[in-house]
């Protein structure tokens, strides 16, 4: 398993963080991993991904299955190319664009509201730390923090039962 995945994201490792200092990079080639992602889940394990909550879902069990079998070593690439689809599943459920954030020094999500939000860090710590630091457990928090953040000052933010 771990040669499949190596193989399938070093057509993409331009994405990797500890790489990327030297290397231009742009949010069309975080579009394009995302679609790589798709492509790979598709051929190679007969998983069609939408970009929609329910995909997050199963790519949160994916990660979770596969991580203790993988070197951390591959941690970083992995989590450049499942944090572009996260990231592009973001842009399309909520909103958003691809951007560079001087002040961490990496690329996320720019949100409508302002906030930011890291894909790929968010992949790379559960890949690390496995379902405690849960990708869908971000994804789903995203609504709250943007009805937090246009909240007025000193308001209480009430939330619904869905």
Same mark, same amino acid.
């Given at each position: ?6 193989? $399938? ?23 394009? %991993?995302?679609? &790589? ?8 394990? &007969? ?10 879902? $199963? ?27 996260? &990231? ?6 909520? &909103? ?10 990496? $690329? ?40 937090? %953040?246009? %909240? ?11």
């Amino acid at each position: 398993m771990q040669q499949n995945i190596k193989a $399938w994201f070093s057509r993409i490792r331009r994405l990797n963080p500890l790489r990327r200092k030297s290397l231009k990079v742009s949010a069309e080639d975080y579009r394009a %991993a995302a679609e &790589g992602v798709v492509t790979h889940m598709r051929e190679q394990l &007969g998983i069609e991904l939408r970009y929609d909550k329910e995909s997050i879902q $199963w790519l949160d069990g994916y990660i979770n299955r596969i991580r203790l079998e993988l070197n951390k070593e591959i941690y970083a690439g992995l989590a450049a190319a499942l944090g572009a689809y996260v &990231g592009e599943t973001i842009i399309n459920v909520y &909103g958003g664009t691809w951007a560079y954030f001087e002040k961490q020094g990496s $690329w996320g999500i720019q949100l409508n509201d302002g906030n930011g939000a890291f894909p790929i860090a968010k992949v790379y710590k559960q890949l690390e730390d496995g379902e405690f630091d849960s990708v869908y457990s971000f994804f789903t928090i995203i609504p709250l923090i943007n009805e937090i %953040a246009s %909240a007025p000052p000193n308001s209480v933010v009430e939330r619904s039962n869905e």
